[in-house]
């Protein structure tokens, strides 16, 4: 018993616990997760800690009865939310790193989750911090399991859903919403670095790994499996379970974004780069007027299927992506950095939005869908390198601007946004229209037809530069 027990309704005469977490050996004594729950109410359980169970001779004991266990960290105080964080510590999952020391990650109903490390075989803890991506930002995530693993190359893989639910009650015969948006996955990929303290995980920006059509369906409680230099993943929707290869290509981006990780040209479709326009502390003047390019055509999302009794709707599960460098002399909410619009508004277009933010439009003649970037990421005579990635598999708009993957920060719980599954295309005009309405000039555009990674986005920005340099003209042929 510790303090969350005696703390219970029953002074903890009884306990309650559960686990979802995997037992593991190390230097040949066995650790089992457990969850401790403290109380019942709003939100199921009002108060949640982490301990380990810990066995020095469960592997060789003879006579059940001799067995050991203790229960980890030493004192009364399990694995909780940093000083000032909420009630619920939960679901911890736990690695051990190539030092021995074992590192920690659950969640809570803070809209972070936290990790915490040990250097002594968990008898005691760093102090919980919610955790952060490499480049120090906070990573976002909800009441859902979020898990880590140690892969057979010695780097790391995170679970998790890219969003900040708290534990706000929608309504009061609704579950907070803190439990709700596990669809899609996300996926983070970790390397060890050397701390004064000891060895830690660095995480890169995440990548979506697996989505549902159905944004309501909620997968969770994963697990990975290696099996001849394979990684799979599974998880459960509370109905079926399923297992997942996950491409190494997609593994080698994630674990490789400090390096140049460029998107193929088969799939660059449009290429803009008036030379003039590449040194960055050139007098510019305003671009209003622009200049137009031959559009190609774009991928349609959707089809009709032409072998189905009804002739119903074929779901093409395609994309495309958008980098474009620009400097704006002035943040003009409404003007226009792309168009290929008709009359009748049919196409696509990117244009300054207020707050210092960009908006990508979509419209197929039908529906119009629309998503802003986080605000505040434009600022007047800095160059900005913005990716726009429109991805018909899951129906989300990301944006990747100057190397950061919009998360929603603290003015939004989504950075990432859905489109209608029913956009048939965006295909406008035959033209391209390049800063028509802007106070500012555009330097450079790629057009790809697919959604890139949100690693090969981050891969194509130079550390140093937002935009495009000598390097870049070099290697696209010029």
């Known amino acids: 018993a510790t303090e969350i027990d005696r703390q219970n309704p029953y002074e903890g005469e009884l306990k309650f616990f559960w686990n979802v977490g995997k037992p593991f050996v190390h230097a040949g004594s066995a650790y089992v997760p457990l969850h401790k729950v403290g109380g019942f109410g709003e939100g199921f359980f009002t108060r949640s800690e982490g301990v380990l169970l810990h066995s020095p001779n469960l592997l060789n004991a003879d006579d059940p009865r001799a067995i050991v266990w203790e229960t980890l960290p030493e004192g009364d105080v399990g694995l909780r939310t940093p000083p000032g964080g909420g009630p619920i510590a939960e679901e911890q999952s736990y690695v051990v790193l190539s030092d021995g020391s074992f590192h920690a990650v659950y969640r809570t109903i803070d809209g972070h989750p936290v990790e915490a490390y040990s250097r002594d075989a968990g008898r005691t803890w760093t102090e919980p911090h919610y955790m952060t991506y490499a480049d120090g930002r906070l990573v976002k995530h909800p009441r859902a399991a979020n898990f880590a693993w140690r892969c057979a190359n010695g780097h790391y893989l995170y679970w998790f ?5 708290r534990f706000i009650r929608e309504h009061p015969r609704r579950r907070s919403i803190a439990y ?19 060895k830690v995980i660095r995480w890169s920006q995440p990548d979506i790994v697996l989505y549902d059509d159905d944004p309501y369906v909620r997968m969770s409680y994963p697990d990975l499996i290696e099996d001849g230099g394979r990684i799979f993943l599974t998880e459960t929707q509370k109905n079926v379970a399923r297992v997942h290869e996950i491409p190494a ?20 479709i449009l290429l803009y780069q008036p030379r003039p326009s590449i040194e960055i502390g050139a007098s510019q003047h ?25 002739y119903g709707t074929r779901d093409l599960q395609s994309g495309f992506s958008i980098d474009v460098s620009l400097r704006l002399h002035h943040l003009v909410p409404g003007d226009i950095v792309l168009d290929n619009r008709t009359l009748t508004a049919q196409g696509f277009c990117i244009q300054v939005a207020p707050h210092g933010a960009v908006e990508i439009v979509l419209n197929d003649g039908r529906t119009e869908n629309r998503w802003t970037s986080d605000p505040g990421q434009l600022t007047v005579e800095q160059l900005h390198r913005i990716v726009a990635i429109v991805d018909g598999g899951p129906k989300i708009i990301t944006f990747v601007i100057d190397g950061v993957l919009n998360d929603g920060g603290d003015a939004r719980r989504f950075g990432w946004g859905r489109f209608s599954p029913h956009l048939r295309s965006v295909n406008g005009v035959e033209m391209l229209r390049i800063g028509p309405s802007l106070h500012g000039e555009v330097v450079a555009v790629r057009l790809y037809a697919r959604a890139l990674l949100v690693s090969e986005a981050l891969g194509m920005v130079r550390p140093g530069t937002a935009g495009y340099n000598e390097a870049d003209i070099a290697e696209d042929g010029g």
């Not at 290509?249 to 660059?268: C, E, Y």
């Open 161 to 165: 859903h890219n969003h900040g639910g």
């Open 180 to 198: 709700e948006d596990r669809n899609p996955v996300w996926l983070c990929g970790g390397i060890e670095a050397d701390a004064p303290e000891g």
């Open 249 to 268: 290509t997609f593994l080698d981006a994630l674990w490789n974004q400090d390096k140049t990780h460029r998107p193929g040209t088969d799939d660059l």
């Open 286 to 310: 305003c671009a209003l007027g622009g200049t137009t390019l031959p559009m190609p055509a774009l991928p349609p999302f959707l089809e009709r299927n032409v072998d189905s009794p009804d």
